[in-house]
């Protein structure tokens, strides 16, 4: 009794199966299709990969790029530097040696006005000659 209701099915399978190939058939493929297929396949890939070995180039000369200005502000930045320690150095000095002859002439202008004092008083420093 269990066989019996499976014939059937098996019959309508075997039917399916029959029309498909029979449809097939009449729409047969072209004989490279597949060769055409994988062709056109291998081309996607040759220009994805060509796309991406471009990308690879920028992406290492915008890399360079953008490392060179980060160099090139930090260098310039640092001689700026330099130069503006160099600079005010420089102007340490000069004010020191400016305000050393200041100096200088102030106390001379002071000891001849005490030398004027001392002479109008009659009196002299005596200076030892060595």
């Not at 796309?51 to 920028?58: G, L, P, Q, V």
């Not at 200005?69 to 130069?83: G, I, N, V, W």
């Not at 002859?101 to 006005?113: F, I, K």
Request: with cysteine.
């Amino acid at each position: 009794h269990i066989l019996a209701p499976a014939a059937p099915l098996v019959d309508s399978h075997i039917r399916v199966l029959k029309d498909t190939c029979s449809v097939m058939a009449a729409k047969k493929m072209r004989p490279d299709f597949l060769i055409q297929k994988r062709i056109q396949q291998d081309n996607q890939y040759a220009v994805a990969a060509d796309y991406a070995s471009k990308m690879a180039a920028i992406s290492q000369v915008t890399h360079w790029f953008e490392g060179k200005q980060k160099f090139d502000f930090a260098e310039t930045e640092k001689r700026s530097s330099e130069f503006i320690k160099q600079e005010m150095d420089a102007c340490s000095e000069e004010l020191k040696i400016r305000r050393r002859s200041r100096l200088r002439v102030l106390y001379e202008n002071e000891a001849r006005a005490y030398e004027a004092e001392l002479a109008a008083l009659g009196l002299a420093v005596q200076r030892q000659v060595n």
